[in-house]
């Protein structure tokens, strides 16, 4: 199995700047694409941003320029830097991860992190 964990996730005002974290472990073995999705009361869960083994990335437009995801393949951590936030952002934050075990593809998701942004 292939375990998320995230961290960095609070109480910002607008414009503020927060740093989200997702640490992998387990069977992880290649992880092919790295993502975040938020999910905001009463909406669906939508991706925020995501990362390729290569480095490829893509975002929603709401946070193009504002966000920007990277990996460290060596630690098995996608990162989420987040800047000028707004409070449209306010939302649960869940890290995705789907990749190769060796054995069976897996697509994992962690528990979810609060951001709440205050104008």
């Known amino acids: 199995q292939v375990q998320l964990v995230e961290s960095g996730g609070g109480l910002v005002q607008a414009g503020g700047s927060l740093r989200l974290s997702c640490a992998a472990s387990?069977?992880?073995?290649?992880?092919?694409?790295g993502g975040w999705y938020r999910q905001a009361p009463g909406k669906q869960r939508e991706l925020v941003a995501a990362i390729t083994s290569g480095g490829s990335t893509n975002y929603a437009d709401s946070v193009k320029g504002r966000f920007t995801i990277s990996r460290d393949n060596a630690k098995n951590t996608t990162y989420l830097q987040m800047n000028n936030l707004k409070s449209e952002d306010t939302a649960v934050y869940y890290c995705?991860?789907?990749?190769?075990?060796?054995?069976?593809?897996?697509?994992?998701w962690g528990q979810g992190t609060q951001v709440t942004v205050s104008s």
């Open positions: 995705n991860a789907k990749g190769y075990s060796g054995t069976y593809y897996y697509n994992a």
């Open positions: 387990g069977s992880i073995f290649s992880i092919n694409t």
